[in-house]
């Protein structure tokens, strides 16, 4: 037996240990609340609760958690040890279901966006059983989602199930109208892969913006960047493969399935993608892997970096979401199929999904704003800030045959009936892919490639699945009410391709071109967070959010306000960090190092020494140093004056359109003072350092 054998889910409360664990009936009762969503009976619960704790104490835990997902991008978790005294001294060791079931949180601290006032900081955690338990250094953590006293959504995690419940609702109706009464479930599956770069913990130790800011606020590009292409899919260093190869075993202990490693653009930029599952536990598990990935980088003194943007002049780090919806028989509702019947059926979806997409760029666009996100978008290295469809060529004249037979009885050679042909399978191959698009069709899934690298990717996920199971809906309600199917089926179709084709793009989206096209076509452009977070609570979209029972009108505004306050409060953090480094350790030490020139200038003109390049140094040193000074008293006066309302709009557009050129302003004095100063005088370790010492 190997390693993966004998370790894989072994921190796992998993079916196969509760089958061993649990009574019989206690099994199946926890199984129809797991496979049917039904309500879970307190016996049965104490039950399991009892097998949960005797299992993870056998595992070496000692204490228990809720673990959940605050509207902040972590997790959150407050341990409580077993023990419950006992008459001799001695302590027993107990776990009730209640205990399992509902957790009790003073959480005041954690964000609410207004939800929650804090005379009223309560909050309640739910066990959300389809996601397994599992234990994390000594700890049991069993998933939880976290609701306010009144039963509002305070995290991540309550959404992303409703979204998926109003989804299973919709697709279901579909697939009844198409006969298929065997398939009584349907859940969205999703494969995010993660990027992220790793650097060596004693240099990033020395930089107070890796520490406080997660990316380098300043720094000068190094003499070699990706231009090569020589990193992607390279060669995997000794130590990088070190970490990689204990980061597997750690995430295949938790039961997540760890798969594919690379090399990603940048250098010392990194690839893990994991095998796909069902979209909560999706969540989870990547949730899992980011905090997993920190703690193995510090074993082998490197520092993983997660935020999206973490140098300047070379890719960025992403997520990239494949999604698609299986029925519970494991049909997967975007693969083409093997009869015309099925093929009919994946067009009806592909075409619920392009309609979803055309109906709510912006809210798309929004599930993946942050401020490190925005550094990202847009920079030709990641999709624009514009969404739009990448369906590849075959695919696009497919639909473009089926919309124009309807129309244009002449150009008709084949019957394009929808229901009569069976579609071929599309390419899967990565030389078909078009790498830059937000939003492509690959094979049998759907890849959403705007996610930030370090954020959840529960947002995106929500939208999604609220999204077209909004189209669903609607499809449905015009179908059921059809005389006859197929033809109400084929107009549906053809009508649905016309009004949404202009969402669909093959070409490259990195182009100004593009830019102006889409322009011209009517999509949504948001360059930043600031102008994409507001649509949250655009009229059209809480209706969305409400009619299927996803979020609240005031839920969305919660969210709406958080990102835009950590938006504001992030950039402040950058801020005043670069104030900090620029003021405590850039400015000394270029004084040191001019004046130090100064005297080396002038004892070897008084030798005789006749030289113009110490004076050409002292002057551009002199003159770029008063730059970076007049632009560090700038950024600070602009600091000074954010506005200090409560609305969190104002103070997001502020540091967007006030402090971020500031920054940028300062930045470039900076980074050209940098270039110009004997390299151990420079308080702190450059990008060639960061990039290429590991
Ligand atoms: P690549 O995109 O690198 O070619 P794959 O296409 O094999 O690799 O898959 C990328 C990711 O998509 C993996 O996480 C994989 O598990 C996931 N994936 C594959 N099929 C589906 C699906 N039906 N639903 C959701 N995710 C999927
Ligand atoms: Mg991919």
Excluded at 18 to 27: G, S
Excluded at 91 to 114: C, T
Excluded at 295 to 315: D, Q, T
Excluded at 325 to 344: C, K, Q
């Amino acid at each position: 037996m190997g390693f993966v054998d004998e370790n894989f889910g072994i921190n796992v409360f998993n079916d196969s240990v509760m089958r061993q664990r649990l009574p019989k009936e206690t099994y199946r009762a926890l199984h129809k609340t797991i496979d049917d969503g039904r309500r879970l009976d307190p016996q049965v619960a104490s039950v399991v609760a009892n097998a949960m704790k005797d299992w993870a104490i056998e595992r070496g835990a000692t204490h228990y958690t809720h673990w959940f997902q605050p509207l902040n991008s972590v997790t959150a978790e407050k341990h409580d040890a077993f023990i419950s005294p006992a008459q001799d001294g001695k302590v027993i060791q107990e776990f009730s279901g209640k205990e399992l079931v509902r957790g009790e949180a003073d959480a005041s601290s954690l964000p609410s966006g207004g939800l929650r006032s804090t005379f009223e900081a309560r909050g309640y955690t739910a066990w959300d059983p389809t996601s397994y338990a599992f234990i994390k250094e000594h700890i049991l953590c069993i998933p939880t989602a976290y609701c306010s006293y009144g039963g509002e959504a305070l995290d991540k995690k309550t959404p992303l199930l409703r979204s998926m419940e109003a989804l299973n609702k919709q697709a279901v109706r579909i697939l009844k109208l198409f006969g298929r009464l065997d398939a009584t479930r349907v859940t969205p599956t999703v494969g995010p892969e993660q990027e992220y770069f790793l650097v060596d913990k004693t240099l990033y130790d020395r930089r107070s913006d890796l520490i406080f800011a997660g990316r380098t606020l300043f720094g000068a590009p190094a003499p070699k960047g990706q231009e090569l292409g020589d990193h992607f899919f390279g060669t995997i260093k000794t130590r990088v493969q070190a970490f990689m190869t204990e980061l597997n075993e750690e995430l295949w202990k938790v039961g997540v399935l760890a798969k594919t490693e690379h090399n990603e653009t940048a250098p010392s930029q990194h690839e893990m993608a994991p095998i796909f599952s069902i979209a909560n536990v999706a969540c989870d598990h990547n949730q899992l892997t980011m905090e997993i990935m920190k703690k193995v980088a510090r074993r082998h003194g490197l520092h993983c970096l997660l935020s999206e943007k973490p140098f300047a002049g070379i890719n960025g780090s992403g997520k990239h979401n494949n999604w698609s919806m299986f029925t519970n028989t494991g049909y997967n509702l975007l693969e083409p199929g093997d009869s015309p019947h099925e093929s009919a059926q994946f067009l009806l979806f592909l075409t619920s999904v392009i309609k979803a997409v055309d109906d709510y760029q912006d809210l798309l666009r929004a599930s993946v704003a942050s401020a490190g996100n925005d550094h990202r978008l847009g920079g030709c290295e990641a999709p624009p800030a514009i969404i739009s469809i990448f369906l590849g060529d075959e695919l696009t004249e497919i639909l473009e045959a089926l919309e124009a037979g309807s129309h244009y009885d002449s150009r008709e050679k084949i019957d394009m009936t929808i229901g009569v042909h069976m579609l071929p399978k599309f390419p899967k191959d990565a030389t078909d892919r078009n790498r830059t698009s937000p939003f492509a069709f690959t094979g049998n899934k759907f890849e959403f490639r705007s996610l930030g690298s370090s954020a959840s990717i529960s947002a995106a996920n929500v939208v999604l699945n609220t999204i077209v199971a909004e189209s669903l809906r609607q499809f449905a309600d015009e179908l059921e009410q059809a005389e006859d199917f197929r033809s109400a089926l084929h107009d549906l179709i053809v009508r649905t391709i016309h009004e949404h084709k202009r969402i669909i793009f093959n070409g490259n989206n990195y182009t100004d071109e593009w830019v102006k096209e889409a322009e011209n076509r009517g999509l949504c452009r948001l360059d930043s967070t600031v102008d994409a977070l507001p649509c949250y609570t655009a009229e059209k979209n809480i209706r969305l959010f409400e009619t299927h029972k996803v979020l609240s009108e005031s839920e969305l505004r919660s969210r709406r306000d958080i990102g835009l306050d950590s938006y504001a409060k992030l950039t402040a953090i950058e801020a005043r960090t670069m104030i900090m480094m620029a003021r405590r350790q850039i400015l000394p030490a270029v004084i040191r190092f001019t004046g130090d020139i100064a005297t080396a200038s002038r004892s070897i003109r008084d030798a005789g020494g006749d030289f113009a390049s110490g004076s050409e140094l002292l002057n551009t040193l002199c003159s770029t140093t008063d730059q970076l000074s007049s632009d560090l008293q700038l950024l600070e006066v602009k600091l000074a004056a954010v506005p200090d309302g409560d609305d969190p709009l104002a103070a997001a557009r502020y540091m967007h359109d006030e402090i971020m050129p500031a920054m940028d302003n300062l930045r470039r004095s900076a980074d050209a003072l940098e270039l110009y100063t004997d390299r151990s005088y420079w308080p702190f370790p450059t990008y060639d350092e960061l990039l290429f010492s590991v």
